[in-house]
């Protein structure tokens, strides 16, 4: 397998990603009305800043989760399925790098969400 090496390997990466995550039933509620033909680039052009140094990217990303319908353990089942994806599609430095972003990603909004939305 090779590594991620381009914006086309991203948009592979974030494409399957989300195929993959809305086929577990739990995480179907959370995108529920997104319009993924804008959303998709713009998690490319996230991935794309994190893995790739491309510039441009300034968007608050905590912040435009934080009106979503997601509950703390959906931070687990999105980072096991990122996870999984990046082992199913790539090999090297950036697909490490990129799972590592992730979990670090997903250990910031958890620690974040405890706080500013507890669950009862």
């Known amino acids: 397998?090779?590594?991620?090496?381009?914006?086309?390997?991203?948009?592979r990466l974030v494409n399957t990603f989300y195929k993959d995550l809305l086929?577990?039933?739990?995480?179907?509620?959370?995108?529920?009305?997104?319009?993924f033909e804008t959303h998709v680039p713009r998690i490319v052009h996230f991935w794309s800043f994190v893995l790739l140094d491309e510039q441009g990217y300034t968007t608050n990303v905590f912040?435009?989760?934080?009106?979503l319908p997601i509950h703390l353990h959906q931070f687990d089942e999105?980072?096991?399925?990122?996870?999984?994806?990046?082992?199913k599609l790539f090999s090297g430095e950036k697909a490490e790098m990129a799972k590592q972003r992730a979990t670090v990603l997903s250990y910031t909004f958890k620690s974040k969400w405890e706080k500013l939305r507890p669950e009862k």
Not at 78 to 87: E, G, P, R
Request: proline share 3%.
């Open 63 to 67: 912040d435009k989760h934080l009106r």
């Open 23 to 35: 086929e577990i039933e739990g995480m179907k509620p959370v995108f529920a009305g997104l319009d």
């Open 78 to 87: 999105w980072l096991t399925t990122f996870t999984a994806t990046v082992d």
């Open 1 to 11: 397998m090779k590594d991620i090496e381009n914006r086309s390997d991203i948009e």
